[in-house]
């Protein structure tokens, strides 16, 4: 079986056996992968030193063998692809990262490449990590709308005062309130429209939010994922993010 070298970003991981984990990885050649991996955990339950490189978000480099007809691949040999200095150990940016983490389980099902995804989801985590706290509390807002774009559910950016609602379903602003609940209006569409035009993750500095407005766009992003990704559910990541930002 050949060796392949690819990033890989963990998106969960669980304990096998005594000593082993099966993790989710979504990777730059091979999209989705479920990979066993032997040995890192002590037999007493607890992770060892090399658990910690499964954690979720954590960006890897691996040497991994890749057969197409195999549900459950191996790998050969792992290190750090990125070295987070707050990631993993400040409380907000952990938050932020497990509820970006958790979007990209439920938004990418099929084991297929896309290296565009890859690579948004790569560097967000990385900016994340070197972001200030008003970047780090827009930052959930910001993945979310421009991750769905990757999925071609690109929200049209026409906001302007003959088009002010944002239209959920539709996923386009419009002259008038939709018949249905699933839309936003007033201030709530206008910082949609900023939030859309935003690029670069620094930014979002400049863009003044309090932790209300901040929950009702949440959920209101939670909901046009539910729209438009078959069985969606609800995030788990979710309340907890909105605790800890609060």
Known sequence: MTVHTTKGIVLR????????VVTTIYTELFGL????VNGVRTSSGKSGGKGMFFQPGAILDLEAYHNELKNLQRIKEFRWGHIYQHVFSDVIKN????FMVE???KTIKQPEQNADLFYFAEDA???LDESSGAVVANFPLF???HLASLFGFR???????????LDLQEGAFVPEQPIHPYFLGGQLSFI????LKTMLPAELSAIQLNKETRRQLMNAYHQFYALHFQDFGTMRSLPILQEVLS
Do not use: N, P, W
Request: charged share 15%; no cysteine.
């Open 103 to 105: 979007l990209l389980s």
């Open 95 to 98: 938050a932020v990262a497990l």
């Open 125 to 127: 985590l990385i900016h």
């Open 143 to 145: 993945f979310a709308l």
């Open 13 to 20: 991981t669980v304990k096998y056996g005594e000593t082993s």
């Open 33 to 36: 992968q479920s990979y066993l």
């Open 192 to 195: 949609t429209s900023q939030l």
């Open 155 to 165: 929200l049209t950016d026409e906001y302007e005062d003959a088009t002010s609602y």
